[in-house]
């Protein structure tokens, strides 16, 4: 029986694994017999959800059992607000993970047309694009994980539908001024769009330099993806946007599930716009971080990427997945990069100063 079932099964669907998020906090205690677990694993923001959102979340609690409004109007115009943007180019989603598989969906035809990234990339691009039926192409990054234009652009053609690129770039922390992107994106062909994802450009520094914000026109080819996952810490909530040409985006809208973004997520996310006093703090909290972590992984002999977002990816002169072990014994998660291919190099997400401390003591340990 269980057989036959499986026979009605999609093979695009067949070829699936079960997404791996990495190690919880919970199960690392109980495996170890820890009191306290650090997670510097997920990119997610060490100072937790800001007291603002916390108390717009419970205050709102009661209205669980309204629907929120369909396409979220009063958390799109606070976004465009934010932005100084108009807000029928902005598009909210149940995380920016639904926003990609819906461009995917809304632009692509299966068996025809084509995706193009880099390889490694976010493996959400891949897996929608996967499960759409659609043929997804990869160009290798350079060796130092900078942007490889020219090979990228060697793969797409008439049937390329969306370029998708990650900046700043995970798992590299590496970033592209905004101007290359736009060349790049200037060179593609119509009927093609650039998404850009900028899930961690709230880190990069300057902004104004990396983001593709003021490249963007109403009635363009270029895509802007944001989350609330990293900067604004709301990663359980799912909460991302998109902004997008109008046209695409009143079809996006047609086409998302009406309700995908829940009524406290909608709350939470304007509380959250409001909160800059949060995210100033976040903000230095990464940026003092990163200098910290990027000098004390070197002096440690690690070769360190420079980076723009709130992670470093590093290449110890020790064993990288018995570095990742020692840690994990010790109650630190970070990220190996086995599964992008990567199995010398790690990623650490950056944490408050006494986690980063605590971090670097158990490295001086583990690496003798
Ligand atoms: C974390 C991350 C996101 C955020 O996804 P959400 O679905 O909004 O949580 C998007 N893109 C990349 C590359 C990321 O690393």
Same mark, same amino acid.
């Given at each position: 029986?269980?057989?036959?079932?499986?026979?009605?099964?999609?093979?695009?669907?067949?070829?699936?694994?079960?997404?791996?998020?990495?190690?919880?906090?919970?199960?690392?205690?109980?495996?170890?017999?820890?009191?306290?677990?650090?997670?510097?694993?997920?990119?997610?923001?060490?100072?937790?959800?800001?007291?603002?959102?916390?108390?717009?979340?419970?205050?709102?609690?009661?209205?669980?059992?309204?629907?929120?409004?369909?396409?979220?109007?009063?958390?799109?115009?606070?976004?465009?607000?934010?932005?100084?943007?108009?807000?029928?180019?902005?598009?909210?989603?149940?995380?920016?993970?639904?926003?990609?598989?819906?461009?995917?969906? /809304? !632009? =692509?035809?299966?068996?025809? #047309?084509?995706?193009?990234?880099?390889?490694?990339? $976010? *493996?959400?691009?891949?897996?929608? +694009?996967?499960?759409?039926?659609?043929?997804?192409?990869?160009?290798?990054?350079?060796?130092?994980?900078?942007?490889?234009?020219?090979?990228?652009?060697?793969?797409?053609?008439?049937?390329?539908?969306?370029?998708?690129?990650?900046?700043?770039?995970?798992?590299?922390?590496?970033?592209?001024?905004?101007?290359?992107?736009?060349?790049?994106?200037?060179?593609?062909?119509?009927?093609?769009?650039?998404?850009?994802?900028?899930?961690?450009?709230?880190?990069?520094?300057?902004?104004?330099?990396?983001? /593709? !914000? =003021?490249?963007?026109?109403? #009635?363009?080819?270029?895509?802007?993806?944001?989350? $609330? *996952?990293?900067?604004?810490?709301? +990663?359980?909530?799912?909460?991302?946007?998109?902004?997008?040409?109008?046209?695409?985006?009143?079809?996006?809208?047609?086409?998302?599930?009406?309700?995908?973004?829940?009524?406290?997520?909608?709350?939470?996310?304007?509380?959250?716009?409001?909160?800059?006093?949060?995210?100033?703090?976040?903000?230095?909290?990464?940026?003092?971080?990163?200098?910290?972590?990027?000098?004390?992984?070197?002096?440690?002999?690690?070769?360190?990427?420079?980076?723009?977002?709130?992670?470093?990816?590093?290449?110890?002169?020790?064993?990288?997945?018995?570095?990742?072990?020692?840690?994990?014994?010790?109650?630190?998660?970070?990220?190996?990069?086995?599964?992008?291919?990567?199995?010398?190099?790690?990623?650490?997400?950056?944490?408050?100063?006494?986690?980063?401390?605590?971090?670097?003591?158990?490295?001086?340990?583990?690496?003798?």
């Amino acid at each position: 029986m269980s057989e036959q079932l499986s026979r009605l099964i999609r093979n695009e669907v067949k070829s699936f694994k079960p997404y791996s998020p990495g190690l919880g906090i919970d199960e690392i205690k109980k495996k170890y017999g820890l009191s306290r677990v650090i997670k510097m694993a997920s990119n997610e923001n060490p100072l937790g959800v800001s007291p603002l959102v916390q108390e717009t979340i419970s205050s709102s609690s009661g209205l669980a059992f309204r629907y929120p409004g369909a396409n979220n109007p009063e958390l799109c115009l606070a976004v465009a607000r934010h932005l100084g943007l108009d807000p029928a180019c902005i598009v909210c989603g149940n995380g920016s993970d639904e926003l990609i598989d819906l461009l995917i969906r /809304m !632009l =692509s035809v299966p068996g025809r #047309d084509n995706i193009v990234a880099f390889n490694p990339c $976010f *493996s959400i691009y891949r897996l929608q +694009a996967r499960l759409s039926g659609v043929e997804f192409r990869q160009a290798e990054l350079n060796p130092d994980f900078s942007f490889a234009f020219k090979e990228l652009l060697n793969l797409v053609d008439d049937k390329t539908r969306v370029v998708f690129l990650t900046n700043p770039d995970n798992p590299s922390g590496y970033a592209a001024p905004a101007s290359e992107l736009h060349r790049f994106a200037s060179k593609l062909p119509q009927g093609c769009c650039l998404v850009v994802d900028e899930a961690y450009i709230d880190f990069a520094d300057p902004l104004d330099h990396y983001s /593709m !914000l =003021s490249f963007f026109r109403p #009635d363009s080819n270029l895509v802007v993806l944001r989350t $609330f *996952s990293k900067m604004y810490a709301l +990663a359980g909530l799912r909460l991302g946007y998109a902004i997008l040409p109008v046209t695409l985006a009143d079809y996006m809208r047609r086409i998302r599930l009406p309700f995908s973004v829940n009524i406290l997520a909608e709350k939470a996310g304007q509380a959250a716009l409001k909160d800059s006093e949060f995210t100033r703090q976040s903000l230095a909290v990464i940026t003092r971080g990163r200098e910290f972590l990027s000098s004390e992984l070197k002096n440690l002999g690690c070769k360190v990427y420079s980076s723009q977002a709130n992670f470093i990816m590093f290449y110890p002169p020790v064993n990288a997945g018995h570095i990742f072990q020692e840690l994990l014994k010790r109650g630190i998660i970070i990220r190996p990069l086995d599964s992008y291919g990567f199995a010398h190099l790690l990623r650490v997400s950056i944490g408050t100063a006494e986690e980063n401390e605590i971090f670097i003591k158990y490295m001086q340990e583990v690496m003798g």
